[in-house]
C-alpha cells in the first residue's frame, strides 16, 4: 500500500498548457486549485497524523465490537443536546443509554459484554440513535455509519440493523490487474433476472456473472448498491453510505459476487453517489441531529432544486471524513475496485450544471462558479486512492467537459482515469429520431467521436441506463420498434425494419467502440437488443414489475434474433481483446465519405471499414493503409452468425498494393456490402498485448 504524500510539489503544467494553449490565461486558478488541495493534505498531517487512519474511520465511527466483546458506539452530531442509544438490546428504552459529549460535536457511548461475555448487541438485533434537540424534540435516526439497513413489507421506513456475523465472508481471490483495454458492463442487480420481482445479488453470482464472462467484459459497473429508501430512485438517492442494498441479499451475498467476478478475472467498479444525498430524516441523513446543516449546507445552498436532494457541504471536516471514509470502506470490506462518481457536474459548479449547455468557452470552468471545497474533495480522494490502490479505476460522470478532469494531479488535472462521453449517446438517438438512414451526416458522427481532449481517457458508450429508462427508447427500440415482438425469429425472412436495425445495431456499437474513446461501456441488455424499456415499480405504474427486469431467458431460444446480437457483442469484445485498440492512441480516420457513407480508420494495426449507405455496396472501394502486407477479415458484421447475409466469404486475403492513397503510402481494394462494418488485421503484424 502507498504512503500519501502530504508535501506534494506544484504540478507541471508546461504540457498540459502545449496540449491546450488556451488554458494558460487560467494558469493562476490551476495553480490555486493545486495550493488548496495541497492544503488540505497538510490539515489531515496536523489534525489526524495519519491519512489510512482517518480515511479508515468506519473502524472507530458507528458501533464496534471490543475483542472482549464489549461495544463501542461514536457518532457526530453537532447539533444535538443530548444523544441516547435504544433497541431491541434494552427492551427500547428511549434513555436508559445516553452518550457522553466530547468535543467538536462527538458522542461517545460503552457497553460492557453481557454476563455471558457474548457481545452487548447481538448481531442482527435492531438499532437506533436518539437524538434530543436543542428545542425539547426526540429523534429516532439511523446511524451514518451503519452498515445494513433493512424494510419490513409494512414498514414505511428502513430499521439499522447490526450486522456481525460469527462466520463472515472471506474474500479469497485478489484483485485482477486493472485492464488496459477498459471493457464496462453497467448492471443493476435488482433488473437482473426475467422475473417479476427484485433479483438478488446471488442470481447476479450465478447467472449473470458467466453472461458477463462469456461476452467479454473485464469490468462490471454496479449501479444501486449503496442503499436508497427509494427503488424507482435507481440508486441515485442514497440514505445509508455505508450498507449495501439489504433489497438485494445480504453484505455477505455482495462479498460473494465481488469476489466471484475476481476468480473469473473481473474488475468490479462501484456507482458512487457523493454529488448529493436523500432527503429523507428518518432513515437518512437529513436533519440528522435536529438542524438543517451537519452533513449539509444549510438553507437553499444545501438543497438541489432538480433532485430534491440534500447537498453535502464538502469544507466540514467531519464531512470530509466520511465522505473519504466511504470510498476506503468499499474498497477494503468489499474489496470493490475502483468507482464511477455520479453527479460530478453538479459538485464541481455551485450552478449544479442547471441550465448550463457549456461550450461557450473556457472561462466556464474557472472562477466564482467553482465549487472550490468540491473540486478539492475530487482531487484528494483519487489522490489517496490511487496512491493506496495504484490499481484503483475512478470514472467521472461530468458534462462539462472540464479540462484536466481525467489528468493526473500532478499534471494539473483532477486526477480521474476516466470520464463518460456522455454526447455520444445524445447523438446516436438524435440521429435516428430525426434523420433518414440516407441524410446522415458522417462528418459530425465522426467529429463527436473523436471529439475529446487529448491524453484523457475517455469512455465511449451508445447507449448507457438512461437510454433505457421509460420516456426515452434503447437504440434497438428506436430501430425496429414493434417489430420486435413480432418479427425477430430466424425462422422467418427478415422484413425491412428488422433488417435495418439488426445491421445499424451492431454497426454503431462497433463504431462507438473503436473511434470513441479509451474504454467501452455498455448497460445489461442492450447487448443484445433487449426489446423493452426499464420502468421501476411505482405509483404510476400500480407498482409493477413487468419493465423492472432484463429479458436474459430471450437468449435461450435459439430461434429469435437476439442470439445474433449477443454474438456480434461477444465477438467484436473479444477481437477488441486481441488487438487492444481501445488501449492504443486514436484512430487515424483516412476516408470520410458522405456521398458513399464510408468511413475508414486505422488504429492500432486494425483496418475498420463501414458502409452505412442503406442500398450501395460497393466491388471495388478502394481503402488506404499504412502497413504492407496481406490482410484478413477478424470481424465481420455481414456475417450470417450475426444476423447478415454473408456477402464476404470469411477466408478472403487483401494484398497491398505500393499505391499511396489519402496520404497513406499503401491501398488496396475490397467489396464493401451496404450497412456492413468490417474489422481487418494485417498477417505479416505479431499482436502482442
Not at 13 to 31: A, V
Not at 238 to 243: E, K, Q, R
Not at 448 to 466: F, M, P, V, W
Amino acid at each position: 500500500m502507498g504512503e500519501i504524500s502530504y508535501n506534494a510539489e506544484l504540478p507541471e503544467l508546461t504540457e498540459f498548457f502545449q496540449l491546450e494553449p488556451s488554458l494558460r490565461q487560467f494558469e493562476g486558478d490551476f495553480r490555486r486549485r493545486y495550493r488548496l488541495f495541497e492544503e488540505r493534505l497538510s490539515q489531515v498531517e496536523r489534525t489526524e497524523g495519519d491519512f489510512d487512519n482517518f480515511t479508515k474511520s468506519y473502524q472507530s465511527y458507528g458501533a464496534q465490537r471490543q475483542p472482549n466483546n464489549g461495544m463501542f458506539f461514536r457518532e457526530w452530531a453537532p447539533g444535538a443536546k443530548e444523544l441516547y442509544l435504544t433497541g431491541d438490546f434494552n427492551n427500547w428504552n428511549k434513555t436508559s443509554h445516553p452518550f457522553t459529549k466530547k468535543d467538536f460535536g462527538k458522542w461517545e457511548l460503552y457497553l460492557p459484554p453481557r454476563r455471558d461475555k457474548s457481545p452487548a448487541v447481538a448481531h442482527e438485533s435492531k438499532l437506533k440513535l436518539v437524538i434530543l434537540t436543542e428545542e425539547g424534540e426526540y429523534l429516532f435516526r439511523i446511524s451514518p455509519w451503519a452498515k445494513y439497513v433493512t424494510k419490513m413489507l409494512d414498514s414505511v421506513t428502513y430499521d439499522w440493523i447490526h450486522w456481525d456475523p460469527i462466520h463472515p465472508y472471506l474474500l479469497q481471490h485478489p484483485r485482477p490487474t486493472k485492464p488496459s483495454s477498459l471493457r464496462i458492463y453497467e448492471a443493476h442487480v435488482g433488473i437482473a433476472s426475467p422475473k417479476q420481482e427484485i433479483a438478488t445479488y446471488k442470481n447476479f453470482t450465478l447467472n449473470v456473472l458467466p453472461r458477463i464472462k462469456d461476452l467479454g467484459y473485464n469490468c462490471i459497473q454496479l449501479m444501486a448498491v449503496m442503499e436508497h429508501a427509494y427503488y424507482a430512485s435507481f440508486g441515485y438517492q442514497v440514505t445509508n453510505f455505508f450498507a449495501a442494498s439489504s433489497r438485494f441479499g445480504t453484505p455477505e451475498d455482495l462479498k460473494r459476487l465481488v469476489d466471484t467476478a475476481h476468480s473469473l478475472g473481473i474488475t468490479v467498479v462501484l456507482d458512487v453517489v457523493h454529488s448529493h444525498a436523500s432527503s429523507n430524516t428518518d432513515d437518512g441523513l437529513n436533519r440528522f441531529d435536529g438542524t438543517d446543516s451537519c452533513f449539509f449546507h444549510g438553507g437553499p445552498q444545501g438543497k438541489h432544486s432538480h433532485w430534491g436532494s440534500r447537498l453535502f457541504n464538502y469544507s466540514s471536516w467531519e464531512v470530509f471524513r466520511f465522505l473519504l471514509s466511504n470510498l476506503r470502506w468499499w474498497m477494503e470490506e468489499y474489496r470493490f475496485d475502483g468507482f464511477r462518481f455520479d453527479g460530478v457536474t453538479s459538485m464541481l459548479y455551485h450552478h449544479h450544471g442547471i441550465g448550463m449547455t457549456f461550450g461557450k468557452g473556457y472561462s466556464e470552468y474557472f472562477g466564482m462558479h467553482m465549487d472550490e471545497d468540491a473540486l478539492v474533495y475530487l482531487m484528494v480522494s483519487n489522490h489517496f486512492l490511487h496512491t493506496f490502490y495504484p490499481e484503483c479505476i475512478t470514472i467521472a460522470e461530468d458534462v462539462s467537459g472540464m479540462p484536466g478532469l481525467c489528468r493526473p494531479i500532478t499534471k494539473g488535472g483532477l486526477g480521474f482515469d476516466y470520464r463518460l462521453a456522455m454526447a455520444v449517446p445524445d447523438k446516436w438517438i438524435q440521429i435516428l429520431k430525426e434523420q433518414k438512414d440516407e441524410e446522415w451526416d458522417l462528418q459530425n458522427i465522426v467529429h463527436t467521436l473523436t471529439n475529446r481532449r487529448q491524453q484523457e481517457g475517455s469512455i465511449a458508450y451508445a447507449e448507457s441506463h438512461d437510454q433505457a429508462l421509460v420516456g426515452d427508447k434503447s437504440l434497438a427500440f428506436w430501430l425496429m420498434d414493434k417489430e420486435m415482438y413480432t418479427n425477430m425469429s430466424s425462422l422467418i425472412p427478415m422484413t425491412p425494419v428488422i433488417d435495418r436495425g439488426i445491421q445499424l445495431h451492431k454497426m454503431i456499437r462497433l463504431l462507438t467502440q473503436s473511434l470513441g474513446g479509451e474504454g467501452y461501456l455498455n448497460f445489461m441488455g442492450n447487448e443484445f437488443g433487449h426489446p423493452e424499456w426499464l420502468d421501476f415499480p411505482r405509483k404510476g405504474n400500480d407498482e409493477s414489475y413487468s419493465y423492472a427486469r432484463r429479458q436474459y431467458h430471450l437468449l435461450d431460444m435459439e430461434h429469435l434474433r437476439y442470439n445474433q446480437l449477443y454474438a456480434f457483442d461477444r465477438a467484436m469484445n473479444r477481437t477488441e481483446d486481441k488487438h487492444g485498440w481501445l488501449a492504443s492512441a486514436p484512430a487515424v480516420v483516412t476516408t470520410l465519405n458522405q456521398e458513399d457513407k464510408v468511413i475508414v480508420f486505422e488504429r492500432s494495426k486494425a483496418l475498420f471499414i463501414f458502409n452505412f449507405h442503406p442500398t450501395y455496396s460497393y466491388s471495388d472501394y478502394r481503402v488506404p493503409v499504412g502497413l504492407p502486407g496481406k490482410y484478413t477479415i477478424k470481424l465481420d458484421s455481414d456475417d450470417e452468425q450475426f444476423g447478415g447475409h454473408g456477402r464476404l466469404s470469411p477466408n478472403t486475403d487483401f494484398f497491398t498494393e505500393d499505391m499511396s492513397f489519402k496520404d497513406r503510402p499503401y491501398s488496396f481494394k475490397i467489396y464493401i456490402p451496404c450497412r456492413t462494418a468490417l474489422v481487418l488485421a494485417n498477417e505479416d503484424i505479431d499482436y502482442c498485448y
